[in-house]
């Protein structure tokens, strides 16, 4: 997509975040939780994404996803900080694909933390991959105009001519 200096390109400011510094046993450790806790802030940012098309208008949904993220990860680190790093470091050591199937019984643990403190029950699976609608009270994106080409003259009209298979066209 070209730009051009009429287009609006948002500052270095707007578009700095705070990473989360967290590894990929961590995420991975946090992923099915964290998935369910930010549902709809998730939703949101992806519904503006595909509505909009542009990526420079969901800027603050995006940051919300952000925002989120960090919510839940330091709810975590108060009330489940042991089970979380007991389950993680079991990930971590579970080979190179990180599977969840060496590590049941930390996960347990660790679920029973989430549900006891958070509230929350690790989804079912195949949670994430059900139709689930979302209601947003952000107004729906209008979509630019199609600009349809010229219309195609209408082709010449031969009424006097007839073919015969065996002679070719003929003219009268």
Sequence with gaps: MPYTNEDYL???EELTVPELEISSAAFRTA???LGKYCDNTCKEFILCRTEENDP???LNEGKEVTRCAYEFL???KKSCYAEFTQYMDCIDHSGMSMEFKNCRK???VFDACVKENLGQDRPELGYFTKVRLHKTERPKAVPDPHILPERLPEPPKFENKTTDPMKGPRWF
């Design 74 to 76: 330091g709810k975590i």
């Design 31 to 33: 992923a099915h939780h």
């Design 10 to 12: 948002p500052s270095y």
């Design 56 to 58: 420079r208008k969901c």
């Design 106 to 108: 930390t996960q347990a």
